[in-house]
């Protein structure tokens, strides 16, 4: 079994910043990619920055130059530095990961898993 994490989100004024982790545990071995999505009232979840274990980085065009994805590969984390917020940045954001699982029977194909969603909200 394998459990994401995520913690930050609030309520933050325009301009501001915020910085949403995300943790991953259980019997992983090995995440292929990370990320974070988000999912605002009447839309389509979207992506809005993803990392793969090459390090390979993409954003959304409209988090381009604002958001950050960071992560720490040893701990099985990653965060989402978000700067310069916009009330149309407001949605349920949630944490990602494609992940490898190791049990007693071996290892097994990589899975997508989910976060729990937070909040973060940025007042017009």
């Known amino acids: 079994q394998v459990q994401l994490v995520e913690s930050g989100g609030g309520l933050v004024q325009p301009g501001g910043s915020l910085r949403l982790s995300c943790a991953a545990s259980?019997?992983?071995?090995?995440?292929?990619?990370m990320g974070w999505y988000r999912q605002a009232p009447g839309e389509q979840r979207e992506l809005v920055a993803r990392?793969?274990?090459?390090?390979?980085?993409n954003y959304a065009d409209s988090v381009q130059g604002r958001f950050i994805i960071s992560t720490d590969n040893a701990q099985n984390t990653w965060d989402l530095l978000m700067n310069s917020l916009k009330p149309e940045d407001t949605a349920v954001y949630y944490c990602?990961?494609?992940?490898?699982?190791?049990?007693?029977?071996?290892?097994?194909?990589?899975?997508?898993?989910w976060g729990q969603g937070t909040q973060v909200t940025v007042p017009a």
């Open positions: 990392v793969t274990k090459s390090g390979s980085t």
């Open positions: 259980g019997s992983i071995f090995a995440i292929n990619a």
């Open positions: 990602y990961a494609v992940i490898v699982t190791v049990t007693h029977t071996g290892i097994h194909g990589a899975v997508d898993y």
